[in-house]
């Protein structure tokens, strides 16, 4: 199947710090691409859908000064979470749209803000 | 509130009998339901899927039964195999074209025992 590379898997940051997460599409273009958070013992929750070359849709409640999405090429989106704050510990999760039904998934990022 | 609900954390099942994985749902208005498998440090991957204008859908050993009036579906896996120990997500859409928001349930952990 389809390969959709994350990075970093897990980092550590200091609050008020920033922290950058790559979401590659390694064998396909993905023109659309998801980005998903989850907290302990709660399902993923999705955060906004970027689309290449146009700016990110957030959904209600997710803060898009905070988090910021850039999709400048139809195989990388990034999310950025500016100024972290423990509140933000979370798993972020990003997905690669190929075709009309089928979502391919990285392997997730764990970020803990200290 | 929980839209998609799988109300069983863990199921274990013995290698070659029958895995059956639930998940109910509170929105009517959901027109496609997945299923994804996780294995750990890994993410997602899609495993099977059915439309609302159906009430099954098999692919090999997997099955996905849906009920649109009990507002139910289950995935059953037939015969378990160890390989088949991972995380079960239960996931609906409401939005029929590209690009599929969904609606994740918490998982069900799947353990085949040998």
């Known amino acids: 199947g389809a390969v959709v590379s994350q990075h970093p898997s897990w980092v550590i940051c200091k609050s008020g710090t920033s922290v950058k997460i790559e979401c590659r599409s390694l064998?396909?273009?993905?023109?659309?691409m998801f980005w998903y958070r989850q907290f302990p013992k709660q399902s993923l929750m999705l955060m906004a859908t970027?689309?290449?070359?146009?700016?990110?849709?957030?959904e209600q409640g997710v803060e898009k000064d905070k988090f910021l999405i850039n999709h400048a090429s139809l195989t990388l989106s990034t999310l950025t979470v500016t100024s972290a704050h423990p509140e933000d510990s979370s798993f972020y999760i990003c997905?690669?749209?190929?075709?009309?039904?089928?979502?391919?998934f990285g392997s997730g990022t764990q970020l803990s803000v200290l | 509130d929980q839209q998609v609900k799988q109300n069983s954390p863990s199921l274990s099942v013995q290698e070659g009998r029958i895995s059956i994985l639930n998940c109910d749902y509170t929105?009517?208005?959901?027109?496609?339901f997945l299923w994804y498998k996780k294995y750990p440090a890994e993410g997602p991957t899609f495993l099977i899927s059915?439309?609302?204008i159906k009430d099954k859908n098999e692919d090999g050993r997997f099955t996905v039964f849906l009920n649109k009036s009990a507002k139910h579906l289950s995935l059953h896996i037939v015969p378990s195999q160890p390989g088949d120990s991972a995380v079960y997500f239960c996931?609906?859409?409401?939005?029929?074209?590209?690009?599929?928001?969904?609606?994740w349930g918490l998982g069900t952990s799947l353990a085949v025992n040998p």
């Open positions: 997905s690669a749209s190929f075709g009309a039904e089928k979502l391919f």
């Open positions: 064998d396909f273009q993905a023109t659309t």
């Open positions: 970027s689309n290449e070359g146009s700016k990110a849709t957030y």
């Open positions: 929105n009517s208005m959901f027109d496609y």
């Open positions: 059915i439309s609302s």
């Open positions: 996931a609906a859409s409401d939005d029929a074209g590209n690009n599929r928001k969904l609606i």
